[in-house]
């Protein structure tokens, strides 16, 4: 079944063309990557995809229905759910806390219900907590939940990120270089965790450098170039592929 | 555990409630105390504002007004009991609020500051001109005595347990909205607005709202202040007063309630300490601002993680 499909998605910027006429489809349960040089698009794409930009032309389809142009934070209570390229946890407030502003839009409380009804309000925010509480114990973070989450390493915070995005309950999980800045142990364990939650029915979207980590995790493989799609396929194919070979190490028209 | 906090509310409670008649030969001091009230209840209300959603509001004083000029309008000229041109009042500064609120999805920082400042000159220039409606300069005088429920409120005394109860009132709907998803979402929308409207937080209506009901406070506090001076004059609601109340939630602690009482006590013993220098004191009062800021960016009591 078809989660997301895109159809000649174009993005401008003034003269520049971020994405040109993308066309993509993610299949329900898939991990599907993204890789492409610097500058090709991918992060454009992700932008698309969860609201941030309008496209200037092309469709997004969402379970079937059109999402183009919605912003995004309707977007997300559709049930897509992102991370940022360059980190942007809540810093400056707790751990718990990141995660329960993540869930915001799966906590069915109400001003009316705040004012008039206190302890029922009380009693929704406590569930939110808890449900929080055991996704902080899939990544071993739980004795961490009232730090300050610029206290965690750089791993911890990344893993934050994507357990505030699950904390919305996506269908689909868009990630923007998740392993950036990891060590490679934390790579691991990174993987096997979207490898659990792709068992427990997530799809997943990754746009990644590390050429290792996409090619063991990844299904499917789009490559950008100059905001186009330029392949589409297995790991396997992709890497033995020549031309993706070429844009990668870079040649002329390239530079 | 819970008993203990129990007892320290009810001792607190207690405490407050002698206050006034322990000051009884004091009305100067009792004054300056229901004064005080007023500010922190205005206060309360800008500290939503400003310290959890982010928004810099020079406008604070002409809701204030607003909510001053309505009870007074409504009470002196048509009649009504003060219970309903409270919440009448309340209600007409959260309205003005959701109004002045709307360029925030479109307008942002310093220009929607800007917008404020703007605001709050128009409903001054407006106070003072419109003399039929506001009474121009001389203002709307013989405000009546309130009555609550039967009870006559004259005396300071009078006058100190009324604003505690609205203080309180202030206090508690705050804590509860703060306390749940609401709170939150501000918080992540003065944190990151990107990424809170990733979230799924509808930001731009989060910020007309957060902007609403700070307001709306600010019209309580001006019902009372009608009330308690029973004359409303458009000096009472200047930039300078704004200015104020954006030194007291400074000097508190943004993004704190409980430290916005410590910055409006701070601030009001620094100002009544301060009368001898006469016009000295606004230069003083910058300077205190200048060394909290310096030393205590986040506040005297504000949290330790708020370091914008």
Redesign the interface.
């Known amino acids: 079944m078809v989660l997301l499909e895109t159809k000649h998605v174009t993005k401008r910027f003034g003269g520049v063309t971020a994405v040109k006429s993308v066309s993509i489809t993610v299949n329900q349960g898939e991990i599907v990557g993204m890789i492409g040089p610097n500058g090709s698009g991918k992060t454009s794409f992700v932008n698309l995809l969860?609201g941030?930009y309008k496209s200037d032309s092309g469709d997004i389809f969402f379970e079937g229905e059109r999402i183009t142009g919605l912003?995004?934070?309707l977007i997300?209570?559709r049930g897509i759910?992102?991370t940022?390229q360059n980190l942007?946890v809540?810093?400056?407030?707790s751990v718990l806390?990141n995660l329960?502003?993540?869930?915001?839009?799966k906590?069915n409380?109400s001003?009316l219900t705040?004012?008039l009804n206190?302890s029922a309000?009380?009693r929704i925010?406590k569930d939110?907590e808890a449900v929080v509480r055991s996704l902080l114990e899939m990544v071993n973070l739980s004795s961490r939940g009232n730090d300050?989450a610029r206290n965690l390493p750089y791993g911890s915070q990344r893993l934050l990120e994507i357990c505030?995005a699950l904390a919305?309950e996506p269908k689909l999980l868009l990630l923007d270089e998740p392993c950036a800045g990891m060590n490679p142990s934390e790579v691991e364990s990174l993987s096997a965790f979207l490898k659990i939650l792709q068992k427990r029915g997530t799809t997943i979207f990754i746009i990644e450098h590390n050429i290792k980590f996409i090619m063991s995790i990844a299904e499917r493989i789009l490559v950008m170039n100059a905001g186009e799609k330029f392949r589409e396929g297995v790991p396997r194919a992709i890497q033995n592929d020549p031309q993706v070979q070429k844009i990668y190490l870079g040649d002329e028209e390239e530079s | 555990m819970q008993n203990k906090r129990a007892y320290v509310y009810g001792g607190l409670l207690l405490v407050l409630i002698a206050v006034p008649f322990a000051l009884s030969e004091e009305p100067y001091l009792l004054a300056i105390i229901n004064f005080t009230i007023v500010y922190a209840i205005l206060c309360l209300g800008l500290n939503l504002i400003l310290g959890y959603a982010g928004l810099l509001s020079l406008g604070h004083a002409a809701f204030y007004g607003i909510g001053a000029y309505a009870t007074a309008i409504l009470m002196a000229r048509h009649g009504f009991g003060f219970l309903p041109a409270l919440v009448i009042s309340g209600l007409l500064a959260l309205l003005m609020g959701f109004v002045l609120g709307l360029p925030t999805r479109k307008v942002r920082g310093d220009y929607f500051c800007l917008l404020t400042i703007a605001f709050g000159e128009i409903f001054r220039l407006v106070s003072q001109a419109w003399i039929d409606f506001t009474g121009g300069a001389m203002g709307i005088v013989g405000i009546p005595i309130p009555n609550v429920l039967g009870w006559q409120i004259t005396s300071e005394t009078d006058f100190y347990l009324l604003g505690m109860v609205l203080l309180l009132f202030t206090y508690v709907?705050l804590r509860?909205?703060i306390?749940?998803?609401?709170g939150?979402?501000f918080?992540?929308i003065r944190?990151?607005e990107?990424?809170?409207?990733?979230?799924?937080?509808?930001?731009s209506s989060y910020k007309i709202l957060i902007f609403s009901i700070g307001c709306f406070y600010a019209g309580l506090a001006g019902s009372y202040l009608a009330v308690y001076q029973t004359t409303v004059t458009p000096s009472n609601f200047r930039l300078e007063e704004s200015c104020l109340m954006i030194i007291m939630v400074i000097v508190g602690g943004m993004g704190r309630l409980e430290a916005t009482f410590a910055g409006v006590a701070l601030m009001t013993i620094a100002i009544e300490f301060l009368r001898p220098f006469a016009e000295y004191r606004l230069l003083l009062i910058g300077a205190i601002m200048i060394l909290v800021l310096l030393f205590r960016p986040q506040g005297v009591f504000g949290d330790s993680?708020?370091?914008d």
């Open positions: 969860s941030i912003p995004s934070h997300t209570q759910a992102r940022f942007r809540f810093s400056n407030i806390d329960l502003i993540g869930r915001h839009c906590i409380n001003l705040v004012y206190p309000s009380r925010e939110a300050f505030r919305s | 709907t509860m909205l306390a749940s998803k609401y939150r979402a918080i992540a944190e990151d990107l990424a809170a409207s990733v979230m799924g937080i509808n930001t993680s708020f370091r």
